[in-house]
C-alpha cells in the first residue's frame, strides 16, 4: 500500500534532515496535523521513533499518560464495567479502579463527549488514559474472551452443515481452514490462552468429541469440549498459518506461527501426531516478542545458598554453565537473568536462540533456522571469529555443539548452556554420555544449576493451616519441625478457583571443585559428584522447594508433584 501524503511527508522530511531533532518536530507535527493517529502510526512503523516515546509524546499533545495495555494491570472488574460491543465501537477498555475512579484506555482520550456516556454507562467517575487503537483491538479480544463466548463460537459452528462431511478433499478443507468463522475461533482459543497465561494448547480428537485444554501453572486443564466434525477443520487451520501440508495426518508434523498483537509479535511452536481418532495438536506459546518480562535474578527469589556462589560463577572468565530441567521449568528466564547481571558495555555478549524471546540490549541475539540448516554448531563455531567474552547456547543438542562449547571454554570465554537432565549432577555425566571426553569436560564445566517451578500458591486467597504429625515427620524429620504453619489457597475468581496463581523456582546448585574434577576425570557416577558437592554447600531440589513451603510460597502437594524423594541429599 503506498504510503499517505502525511506518511510520505513526514518521511521526506526524516531523510532530508541528517540532524533531525525527532522530539521537537514529531510533537510540532503531531499537535498541528488533524490526522495525527495515522501519522502516528507511521512513524511507529518506519521505527523512526519508538513506539513508546512516539505513544508518549502524542499523549502529551493530548494532556494523557501513555498506557501499553499489553505492559499494564488490567482487572476483571475493570474490563466488566464497559460492554464488549461498546468498547469494540468506541476502542475503548476499562483497565483497573484506583481512588473512586475507572483508569480507561482510548485511542480519542480527549473527546469529552465520549467520556461522559462511558462514565454513565460505567456508573463511576473515568480517568481517561491514551493508548493505541490497534492495541485497544487487540487487548479487547483478549479480555473479553472466555470460556462462554468460545463455547457460544464453538455451538454456533456445530449447527453447519459444511462440517458434516467427514472425508473432504484438501482444497475444500483448505477452503474451509481459511473461512472467517474457523479463523475467528482459532484466534479466539489463542487470544484466551494468553489472558489465562497458558503455556500449551492442547486440542485433542476424543472418540466422541474434541476438547481443548490448556496448561496454566504447570497443570492441564480441560476449557472447552466440541463436535468431533471441527476437529479437522481447526487443526488443519493452524497447519496453513504453520506453513505444514494439510493433506498428510498419517506422520507427526512440527511448524511455527506468529501472529500480530497490537504493536508486538506472538510467537508459537506447533505439533500435530496421530493417534486412534484423528491427530492431536499442541501449541506451545513461546512469548511476545518485546513483552516478556526480565526478571533479574533478585526478583527470582533464588535462596541465598544458591544466589551467592551462582554470582560468582557467572563473572568468571572463562568456563561453561550449565542450566538444566525439563521443557518450561525456566530455564531460559534464569540464563537472561544471568546475562542481564552481567550486560555492561566492555562485555561482548552473544547469543544462539531458538527462539529469541527477550530482546537485550547491547546483546548480539541469533537464532538458529532449520530450513536453511543454520543449526547451533554453525552459528557457534562463527561465533568464536566474533571476539566473544560470553556466549549463550540455547540448548546443547549434539556432539557437535558440545565439542565446541567445551572448546570454547577452554579458550578464554564464559558460556553459558542449557541441558535436559533431572539433577545438576546428571548433567555432568550427560555431557559425557554424549561423547565429549572426560578430559575436556573436567577443567571447562564450572557449575551446574538445575532448576524446577511449581505453582504459587494466590495471595488473594491464601490461607495458613496446621499440617498433620506425620506430614511434618515425612518431610521435616531432620529439622526437629513440630509446630509451623504451612499455607494454602482457598478458590477464588482470581485463581479460577484453583489456590494458585503464578510460578515460583526452586533450584539447586553443583559448584565444580577440585575433588569433583577428579571424579569427572575418574568417570565417576552422579551420585558420587553429589556427595562431593554436598561437602562445599550443595542442598538437592527438594530442600530448596521445601524452603519455599515454610515460607508460604507454595505447597507440599507441589513440591511432591515436582521432586524425587531420593534426590534429597
Known amino acids: 500500500m503506498p504510503p499517505s501524503p502525511i506518511n510520505k511527508t513526514f518521511v521526506e522530511l526524516v531523510q532530508h534532515l541528517p540532524n533531525f531533532d525527532y522530539t521537537r518536530e514529531i510533537t510540532q507535527l503531531l499537535e498541528d496535523h488533524p490526522d495525527g493517529i495515522e501519522l502516528l502510526n507511521a512513524v511507529i512503523d518506519q521505527k523512526l521513533v519508538s513506539k513508546d516515546d512516539a505513544c508518549r509524546l502524542w499523549a502529551d499533545t493530548l494532556g494523557v499518560a501513555y498506557v501499553d495495555p499489553f505492559a499494564s494491570v488490567i482487572t476483571e472488574d475493570a474490563v466488566a464495567a464497559i460492554p464488549l460491543e461498546i468498547a469494540k465501537k468506541v476502542k475503548a477498555i476499562g483497565l483497573y479502579q484506583f481512588g473512586g475512579a475507572l483508569t480507561v484506555a482510548l485511542a480519542s482520550p480527549n473527546d469529552a463527549d465520549l467520556i461522559r456516556r462511558l462514565g454513565q454507562i460505567a456508573q463511576i467517575p473515568l480517568s481517561p488514559v491514551f493508548a493505541l487503537p490497534r492495541e485497544i483491538e487487540d487487548a479487547i479480544a483478549i479480555h473479553y474472551s ?45 487470544y484466551f490462552a494468553i489472558r489465562e497465561r497458558a503455556t500449551d494448547i492442547h486440542i485433542e480428537p476424543q472418540e466422541t468429541q474434541g476438547r481443548v485444554r490448556f496448561r496454566i501453572d504447570g497443570n492441564l486443564r480441560e476449557i472447552v469440549t466440541y463436535s468431533r466434525k471441527l476437529h479437522r477443520a481447526i ?3 493452524l497447519k496453513i498459518i504453520s506453513n505444514l501440508n494439510i493433506a498428510e495426518s498419517r506422520f507427526p508434523q512440527d511448524g511455527r506461527f506468529s501472529t500480530t498483537i497490537g504493536t508486538q509479535t506472538a510467537n508459537f511452536r506447533f505439533s500435530t501426531i496421530p493417534t486412534q481418532y484423528g491427530e492431536k495438536a499442541v501449541i506451545r506459546i513461546l512469548a511476545m516478542s518485546g513483552k516478556r518480562s526480565m526478571l533479574t535474578l533478585d526478583k527470582m527469589m533464588i ?40 550486560n555492561s558495555p566492555d562485555v561482548n555478549i552473544s547469543t544462539i536462540e531458538d527462539p529469541i524471546e527477550i530482546r537485550l540490549d547491547g546483546v548480539t541475539q541469533t537464532q538458529v533456522n532449520s530450513h536453511i540448516d543454520l543449526k547451533f ?55 559425557m554420555e554424549i561423547g565429549v571426553e572426560s578430559y575436556m569436560v573436567a577443567p571447562s564445566v564450572i557449575g551446574v544449576l538445575a532448576q524446577r517451578l511449581a505453582a504459587r500458591i494466590c495471595e488473594n486467597c491464601k490461607e495458613a493451616y496446621t499440617p498433620s504429625r506425620e506430614v511434618l515427620a515425612k518431610y521435616f524429620l531432620d529439622e526437629g519441625l513440630t509446630d509451623v504453619c504451612f499455607y494454602r489457597g482457598k478458590g477464588c475468581s482470581h485463581c479460577r478457583g484453583t489456590g494458585y496463581k503464578g510460578r ?48 508460604g510460597l507454595t505447597t507440599i502437594d507441589e513440591i511432591e508433584q515436582n521432586t524425587s524423594f531420593e534426590w534429597s541429599a
Open 146 to 190: 472466555n470460556e462462554k463466548s468460545l463455547e457460544d463460537s464453538l455451538l454456533g459452528l456445530e449447527r453447519s452443515t459444511v462440517f458434516d462431511q467427514p472425508d473432504l478433499a484438501s482444497d475444500k478443507l483448505a477452503a474451509i481452514a481459511d473461512s472467517d468463522t474457523i479463523v475467528s475461533l482459532v484466534d479466539e482459543v489463542i
Open 235 to 237: 487443526v488443519s487451520r
Open 303 to 342: 535462596s541465598q545458598n544458591v544466589l551467592q556462589p551462582l554470582r560468582r560463577l557467572i563473572r568468571n572468565p572463562n568456563g561453561i554453565i550449565f542450566v538444566t530441567g525439563p521443557t518450561g521449568s525456566g530455564k531460559t528466564t534464569t540464563l537472561y537473568a544471568a546475562l542481564n547481571e552481567i
Open 377 to 431: 554448531s554453525t552459528i557457534l563455531r562463527s561465533l568464536l571469529r566474533q571476539d566473544p567474552d560470553v556466549i549463550l547456547v540455547g540448548e546443547i543438542r549434539d556432539l557437535e555443539t558440545a565439542k565446541i562449547a567445551t572448546e570454547a571454554a577452554l579458550t578464554g570465554h564464559i558460556v553459558f548452556a542449557t541441558l535436559h537432565t533431572n539433577t545438576a549432577a546428571q548433567a555432568i555425566v550427560r555431557l
Open 504 to 551: 515460583i523456582a526452586f533450584h539447586e546448585l553443583v559448584v565444580i571443585t577440585e575433588e569433583i574434577r577428579t571424579m569427572i576425570s575418574e568417570k565417576r557416577s552422579a551420585q558420587d559428584i553429589t556427595r562431593a558437592a554436598a561437602k562445599v554447600g550443595y542442598r538437592s531440589l527438594r530442600y530448596d522447594g521445601l524452603k519455599k513451603v515454610l515460607l
